[in-house]
């Protein structure tokens, strides 16, 4: 009997736990995927690109 | 009788773990509450990047930025802050997305996320965060629009950080880099009621978004070639060319060194040691 309690009680805190603390995210982004450059590319910047002079 | 007893047990030790292990916790975005909303600004900056450590190291070397791990936090958030004020924070990226380069994505000041997130998605941008309430900083969510640039919306519980004038190593200015300017700023307009204005300064155009009278960010064809739409952050710095070659001697990759055909020779670009974009403006430019 005490086996079975003991049994349920881990079943229980296991259960809770790993469903409180799966959503933890601090802050946003983390469903984010890749960044828009890939590791080790230095991709080509056109510099006819003139921007703007003004904010 | 024992049987009930070892019930109420069990739903005490539910209740005081789920209390302890909270849910969606993350830093304020302001040193104290300000209670003021810069509606439609860009009023936080996150970089989500495979490798939070090396980046972390990098922009402490290079703008000074006091950056430290958030103690509650279990994923290794790490809050960034000049001059004693918070200015960004650092995530990591899931493991499972291989070769990935890191990204910062900035974050709208709106007075009703879901709201935002509902005509953003009518008007064609993919949901990549549902709101959520994230305890101690406010609701969020982060939206991916039409042309495939992340950025995220807040409701901040304590305020948006005062706007002033930006200082030497710290955000200047957010531009969008669009792969098609014209979806992009009707989506803008259309999602989140933002003005465009189109200033010309000889054969130089530039794009503005708008909220009300207030400059929130720019617009520009993207000038990269073979790279998705995105958001770039710009920093302020006195000496763009002095911090680009700061910047590559710290593991950065540059695609822009300053050069008189862009803005005068004011701005340089680079590429984070873990692939994000970021902008080193001279300001003013003239």
Same mark, same amino acid.
């Given at each position: ?22 959503? &933890?995210? &601090? ?29 | 009788?024992?049987? =009930?007893?070892?019930?109420?047990? /069990? ?24 209670? /003021? ?43 960034? +802050? ?7 924070? =650092? ?5 499972? =997305? ?8 900035? *974050? !709208? ?11 953003? /998605? *009518?008007?064609?941008?993919?949901? !990549? ?14 939206? +991916?629009?039409? /042309? ?106 540059? =695609? ?6 862009? +803005? ?6 680079? !590429? ?12 003013? !430019?003239?």
């Amino acid at each position: 009997m005490k086996k079975r309690l003991l049994f349920g009680l881990l079943i229980l805190v296991l259960t809770v736990v790993l469903y409180s603390c799966s959503h &933890m995210t &601090m802050g946003v982004g983390l469903n984010f995927g890749a960044g828009p450059y890939g590791v080790g590319v230095t991709p080509s910047f056109n510099v006819g690109f003139s921007g703007g002079y003004y904010w | 009788m024992s049987l =009930i007893k070892t019930r109420v047990f /069990q739903l005490l030790v539910a209740v005081v773990l789920m209390s302890s292990c909270k849910n969606n916790s993350a830093p304020a975005i302001v040193s104290s509450p300000t209670n /003021q909303y810069r509606t439609g600004e860009v009023v936080w900056r996150e970089l989500v990047t495979p490798d939070p450590k090396s980046a972390a190291a990098f922009y402490s070397a290079l703008f000074g930025w006091s950056i430290e791990p958030v103690k509650e936090s279990t994923k290794g958030y790490m809050l960034i +802050r000049q001059g004693g004020a918070p200015i960004g924070g =650092i995530i990591q990226m899931p493991a499972s =997305i291989k070769n990935a380069g890191g990204e910062w994505v900035c *974050s !709208l000041s709106v007075s009703d996320v879901d709201a935002i997130v509902k005509s953003a /998605q *009518s008007n064609g941008a993919s949901t !990549l965060v549902e709101p959520m309430d994230v305890s101690g900083r406010g609701r969020t969510a982060v939206i +991916r629009d039409p /042309q495939g640039a992340p950025f995220a919306l807040i409701r901040s519980t304590s305020g948006d950080p005062e706007k002033g004038t930006a200082s030497e190593n710290a955000w200047l200015w957010s531009e969008l880099w669009s792969n098609n300017v014209a979806g992009s700023l009707d989506f803008y307009t259309k999602a989140l009621g933002a003005g465009v204005e189109r200033r010309r300064d000889g054969d130089k155009e530039y794009t503005l978004l708008k909220a009300g009278n207030k400059e929130v960010a720019g617009v520009v064809k993207n000038p990269v070639d073979n790279v998705r739409s995105h958001w770039v952050n710009y920093v302020r710095v006195s000496d763009p060319a002095a911090m680009v070659d700061k910047a590559a001697s710290l593991g950065a990759r540059v =695609i822009l060194k300053p050069t008189a055909s862009v +803005r005068n020779g004011t701005l340089g670009v680079i !590429l984070d040691p873990t692939g994000a974009p970021v902008a080193l403006q001279k300001w003013p !430019l003239r």
